[in-house]
């Protein structure tokens, strides 16, 4: 039978709410960090209701996101509804959309077989190190190239570097991020940086992108909560819930500062270092 705690819940909402937007990968970190502790954690970690209790936090995630994000989310959608299609923010939703199908559509796809790898430590750890060297090789990339901003208004910088074309492939490269270790957000910024975009603004084009795929992800699989799959459990999942989102706000919050000046390298560095220890400890 699947138990989880509110210590474990705590601890599982911690990791969901502040790995989420950081480009290390939350998933990754949600099957590693309980395997790394091991006991009653690591084998809650190994049971399939864990993912239901991984997509819950999810959608936390994706509601502070939301709330962090909303003057932006309220000028889009303002835009669509009043079908201004000449306006930046119509023409951001449009790219959204775009950037969303291909994940949406692999994920639904592929999901018995992404399910399936989601709680293996040795393919966690292999995509962890991958991931620190797609963000190394941004970087390494860009390092001499001088990002062109447009003033303050984000929406017409991402209008202009990101067609919709490249929207449909960093769609793409979001869909690796269904294996556990690929950051959805680091690549999305990845990419972002080598269109030409400044690291802020690449990480403002991911934090709004990671919104709808997140909740798409998560209300796909939200039926499976209210089917009794993780019964007995509703109230630590309740608390790792709050936890998460609570966590995320301080994440976002905090990772909007960083892109301002620092660059992806001491994430990289993390990713490759704790990637290639968790491939020692678990191959």
Known sequence: MFHISILQAIATGLIQGVTELFPVSSLGHSVLIPAWIGGSYGHMATQSQYLLVAVALHLASAIALFIVFAP??????????????????????????????????????????????????????????????????????????????????????????????????IGVGQSAALFAGISRFGVTVSFGMLRGLSRSVAADFAFLLSFPVILGASLFKLPKLSHGA??????????????????????????????????????AVYCLVFGLASILKFA
Do not use: C, H
């Not at 959608?77 to 939703?93: A, D, H, M, P, Q």
């Not at 936890?243 to 620092?262: D, G, I, M, N």
């Open 72 to 169: 932006r989310w309220i000028a889009i959608l303002r835009s669509v509804l009043t079908w201004r299609r000449n306006e930046s923010g119509f023409k951001v939703f449009m790219l959204l959309v775009l950037g969303s199908i291909p994940v949406a559509l692999i994920g639904k796809i592929f999901s018995k077989f992404f399910e399936n790898n989601f709680s293996k430590p040795l393919s966690a750890g292999i995509f962890l190190a991958l991931n620190g060297l797609i963000l190394v090789g941004a970087e390494r990339l860009t390092r001499l190239r001088t990002p062109r901003n447009y003033g303050s208004d984000e929406n017409s910088t991402i209008v202009e570097r990101v067609s919709p074309g490249q929207a449909l492939v």
């Open 230 to 267: 993780l019964s007995g459990n509703y109230s630590a999942v309740a608390v790792g819930v709050v936890v998460a989102f609570v966590a995320t706000l301080v994440s976002v919050t905090v990772l909007v500062k960083w892109f301002k000046t620092r660059t992806l390298y001491p994430f």
